[in-house]
């Protein structure tokens, strides 16, 4: 197997347990509430952007790109 897939499926795992993970918490949180925590559209878009964002410093990452000076 070469390096490239080995990335892609450790890569496809992490995002698959986190996934689980989050709605784990979601589910978990809105029970806690008696079921009443509902997503607005804008906790939608917010939670969209920041993983936009996660995704740009995953290849910042790999690029080798610093925001530090």
Known sequence: ???????????????????????????????????SARLSPAALVQSAVTLVTLLRQIVELAEGKSRRP
């Open 1 to 35: 197997m070469r390096r490239e897939e080995r990335w892609l499926l450790l890569g496809g795992a992490l995002g698959a347990l986190f996934g689980v993970l989050a709605a784990y918490l979601y589910v978990r949180a809105r029970q806690e509430r008696g079921g």
